[in-house]
Nanobody, 115 residues
Framework: QVQLVESGGGLVQPGGSLRLSCAASGRILSVYVMGWYRQAPGKQRELVAVITSGNNTNYADSVKGRFTISRDHAKNTVYLQMNSLKPEDTAVYYC?????????WGQGTQVTVSS
């Protein structure tokens, strides 16, 4: 089993920044894909950004140029730096880890962008 613990959500004004963290523990494998998804009220969960153990990244078009995903391999932690936040970025953000045939999810952290 793998446990994912997210932190860093909160309330921020439009144009502001937040950094989310996701720490993985448990049966960690060296080959993985980790990412951030988000779900706004009344909407489906959507991919925000992913990063592989080889440091390849991919972003949703809506966040390109504003969000940056990174990882600290030694700490088994993935970060999502979110800049120039917009009200439409408001959602619960979930951390995800895929290793082997299994997917693991964090509990989610609320991000609210509002003046």
């Amino acid at each position: 089993q793998v446990q994912l613990v997210e932190s860093g959500g909160g309330l921020v004004q439009p144009g502001g920044s937040l950094r989310l963290s996701c720490a993985a523990s448990g049966r960690i494998l060296s080959v993985y894909v980790m990412g951030w998804y988000r779900q706004a009220p009344g909407k489906q969960r959507e991919l925000v950004a992913v990063i592989t153990s080889g440091n390849n990244t991919n972003y949703a078009d809506s966040v390109k140029g504003r969000f940056t995903i990174s990882r600290d391999h030694a700490k088994n932690t993935v970060y999502l730096q979110m800049n120039s936040l917009k009200p439409e970025d408001t959602a619960v953000y979930y951390c995800n880890r895929k290793q082997g045939a299994y997917y693991y999810w964090g509990q989610g952290t609320q991000v609210t962008v509002s003046s």
